[in-house]
């Protein structure tokens, strides 16, 4: 229910974005923020199978966590991740290191 609503969220934004107003992040910040953002989505989703409704409590906490760590808010992250979705390539390399970085951390686990 919670990722269903912010998708709309970054559909409804992206409709209305003011691009001269817009901040973006370098690669690597963004990169980082969406590394956080795979591994709560991953842990929402192994919890909604135990409760649902603990789950969606947990990822909004979840990502309200990864926004103050990073010092910075929701409409932000989400002018960030518009920006990169209309720019694949540099999504993709993103993702890629993302991916690898993980497996190196599961490889590191006992």
């Given at each position: ?64 966590s990864i926004f103050l760590l990073h010092e910075i808010n929701d ?36």
């Amino acid at each position: 229910m919670i990722r269903a609503l912010f998708i709309l969220l970054i559909l409804f934004i992206s409709c209305k974005s003011n691009k001269s107003t817009d901040q973006f992040f370098s690669k690597d910040f963004m990169k980082e923020i969406l590394k956080s953002v795979q591994i709560i989505e991953s842990k929402y989703q192994h919890q909604k199978v135990i409760d649902s409704e603990i789950a969606s409590y947990n990822l909004k906490s979840d990502y309200d966590s990864i926004f103050l760590l990073h010092e910075i808010n929701d409409s932000l992250f989400i002018q960030n991740l518009e920006f990169y979705s209309n720019n694949p390539k540099m999504l993709e390399e993103i993702y890629k290191d993302i991916i690898n970085e993980l497996q190196i951390e599961k490889q590191k686990l006992p």
